[in-house]
């Protein structure tokens, strides 16, 4: 029944539904799970790395000069980190667009975009792709993690629908119903980036797949405010840095093969 | 009278030993008007490399959001800081998409490439449209450019440790902007080596 009104995403079935937009939703729900916790002095994305194995090049990331970003987690603007769940190839198209929506916006104005108004570009570009010229949804779900002036500390979620709302904290990705009644249950609103982060260690390791977290799984990264410059600095954890993490938190993985599996 | 001397001003960059220096004066101007004394000509693009711009102020100023933009854009993606040969042929594209409906300035880079390239003086200038000229000595630009050049050839000379590099590239602008009517009120020098950047204000004739 609902076969007939697959074909184009711009055409509503009879009970009002738009099925090319749940599908893409579908996409998603398969993919490597991304969380965000927002901390009174910070925010914090943990995500699993879907893309593994033996004979993955990470030699590039060991020295990246922002720290093993590449899969799932991704720097937007000094301001903003991106975490992302869904088709790579999707996602890599909107982060560049979501970078490119920043700078212009420092360009016209001299100042950082807002955290908000680049959810809204994001999400009014996907709104577009739902609507008009007959092309697919993007298979994305984003995480923004970010800091500005007005507002502070901030966390936001979109969606293929072009929808954005606001979270304390939240989970896209596979599990991410079982990762979010953990933060419902454990998160508290005063809650520290010290705090957050070893939450979201734990609640990650509760929904992965794999048994133990180890940095060829998990990607890691912190926005916190410089207390010096009163600038927020962006940091997203290189391999070396996530074992170190997860060494502190006492959930260290030992030395194992894993099998590649698509994101 | 030429668009290019509307505002006034002039960049000169030199090379040293392990060390490079741009100096830029501080005259904004309409026509023979004075409107300030405070207009920097020079912004650094990353610690290691610094931009100078010499020719219509709105396009100094114009130029300089759009470099920042581009520039930003290679470091997210790149993740690794841009390198001076490579940002300056990325000023020479970006002006020659402009070919014809040019952007008035003339522009100079100066800096160091990074660490692992060995921490090596690259200096460069460019035309209005992009024709990029890679000195091993000096570049120079602005009103005050025929001054430049012939004060520069006169007492640069190769391996200049960086105080001296100060004394020789400060000489050069000083003598040459006192001799140009669009330039002066004043000079900033910036001294580029791989542990800092010093940058020194200069007073000279103010008028």
């Known amino acids: 029944m609902a076969r007939r009104y697959d074909s184009r995403t711009t055409i509503f079935s009879p009970e009002g539904r738009l099925y090319q937009i749940e599908y893409a939703m579908e996409a998603i729900s398969h993919a490597g799970t991304v969380l965000g916790i927002l901390a009174k002095d910070g925010v914090v994305l943990a995500a699993e790395k879907r893309v593994t194995g033996k004979l993955l090049d990470l030699s590039g990331a060991k020295e990246g000069g922002y720290g093993g970003s590449g899969e799932k987690i991704f720097l937007l603007n000094s301001n903003v980190i991106g975490g992302v769940a869904g088709l790579t190839a999707d996602a890599n198209s909107l982060v560049n667009y979501a970078r490119t929506a920043a700078q212009r916006h420092l360009f016209s104005y001299n100042e950082d975009i807002p955290v908000e108004q680049l959810a809204q570009r994001l999400c009014d570009m996907k709104q577009g792709y739902t609507q008009y010229g007959g092309l697919r949804p993007f298979g994305v779900s984003l995480l923004y993690a970010g800091y500005d002036v007005h507002h502070q500390f901030q966390l936001y979620h979109s969606d293929p629908s072009g929808n954005y709302s606001g979270w304390k904290a939240t989970c896209i990705g596979a599990n991410n119903g079982t990762a979010q009644s953990l933060l419902k249950q454990e998160y508290k609103d005063e809650i520290t980036v010290a705090e957050a982060v070893g939450l979201a260690v734990r609640v990650m390791g509760k929904t992965m797949d794999s048994t133990t977290l180890g940095s060829e799984k998990l990607e890691f990264a912190v926005l916190t405010l410089d207390a010096n410059t009163k600038q927020p600095h962006a940091k997203i954890y290189k391999p070396a840095e996530v074992d170190a993490l997860l060494s502190e938190q006492g959930l260290a993985k030992k030395e194992e093969d894993t099998e590649m599996k698509t994101a | ?207």
């Open chain 2, 1 to 207: 009278m030429s668009i290019m001397e509307l505002n006034g001003g002039s960049v000169v960059a030199m090379v040293g030993k392990n060390c490079v220096a741009i100096a830029s004066d501080m005259r904004l101007g309409n026509q023979a008007l004075t409107v300030a004394t405070n207009f920097e000509k020079i912004f650094p693009v990353t610690e290691r490399i610094y931009l100078g711009m010499a020719g219509l102020a709105t396009d100094v100023a114009t130029l300089r959001e759009r470099f920042r933009f581009r520039v930003n854009m290679y470091t997210i993606k790149e993740e690794r800081e841009i390198e001076p040969e490579t940002f300056a042929h990325l000023v020479s594209s970006t002006l020659y998409e402009r070919r014809f409906g040019p952007y008035f300035i003339e522009p100079v880079v100066a800096g160091l490439t990074s660490p692992s390239k060995g921490s090596q003086p690259f200096i460069a200038a460019a035309d209005v449209i992009g024709c990029l000229n890679f000195a091993k000595d000096f570049v120079v630009c602005g009103t005050a450019s025929p001054e430049l050049f012939g004060i520069a050839e006169g007492l640069w000379e190769p391996d200049l440790e960086p105080e001296e590099l100060f004394e020789t590239i400060s000489q050069t602008l000083m003598n040459a902007i006192d001799r140009d009517a669009f330039s002066g009120w004043g000079a900033v020098v910036h001294v580029i080596t791989p542990e800092k950047v010093i940058t020194r204000t200069l007073k000279g004739r103010m008028d």
